[in-house]
């Protein structure tokens, strides 16, 4: 049963190298291992700061284009009203115009049909005014013989003329 009980001598001598090596690990390892760990302590406090400072300037970004997006689409709203505004003045001058041609057509037909018209009432009153000075002429030709009734016949005609 020795196995299960240690003597003091074992005892001792573990608790003196237990000791040194606690010492020798003080003076050299100690501070390394805790410099070590303070050093990596604040890289990951700093890796933290910068994710979180990653992260707020990111939704900052994306509050920004949210905002650019905004104003991108009501200027698009606004060009498309303007747009719409110019089409619609466009085809109403368009029809102004359209309006304006098709009155000023109709007054030059209605200008040259009576031209036309006073051209061909000339020229009946021309033809008719040949044929009753043939008739005449013939009817003349054969009255001529009285004096009484070419007189007659004279005074008629001044007649008929100053009326028409």
């Keep these: 049963m020795d196995l299960l009980n240690p003597g003091t001598g074992l005892i001792f001598w573990q608790a003196v190298i237990f000791l040194f090596l606690f010492l020798l690990l003080a003076k050299f390892a100690w501070k390394p291992i805790t410099e070590s760990l303070r050093v990596r302590e604040e890289s990951i406090q700093n890796a933290l700061d910068s994710a979180e ?4 300037e990111m939704e900052k970004l994306q509050a920004d284009n949210k905002k650019l997006l905004d104003e991108a689409r009501q200027e698009r709203d606004e060009i498309l009203k303007e747009a ?19 009155d000023k057509l109709i007054a030059d037909a209605k200008l040259a049909i009576n031209t036309e018209k006073q051209a061909a009432l000339a020229e009946v009153k021309s033809e008719v005014a040949g044929l009753v000075l043939n008739v005449t002429e013939k009817l003349l030709r054969k009255k001529l013989s009285d004096e009484k009734e070419q007189k007659q016949l004279i005074e008629e005609y001044i007649k008929d003329v100053n009326l028409n």
């Design 53 to 56: 400072k990653a992260k707020a």
């Design 84 to 102: 719409r505004e110019i089409a619609a003045k466009m085809k109403d001058d368009a029809k102004e115009d359209a309006s304006k041609q098709a």
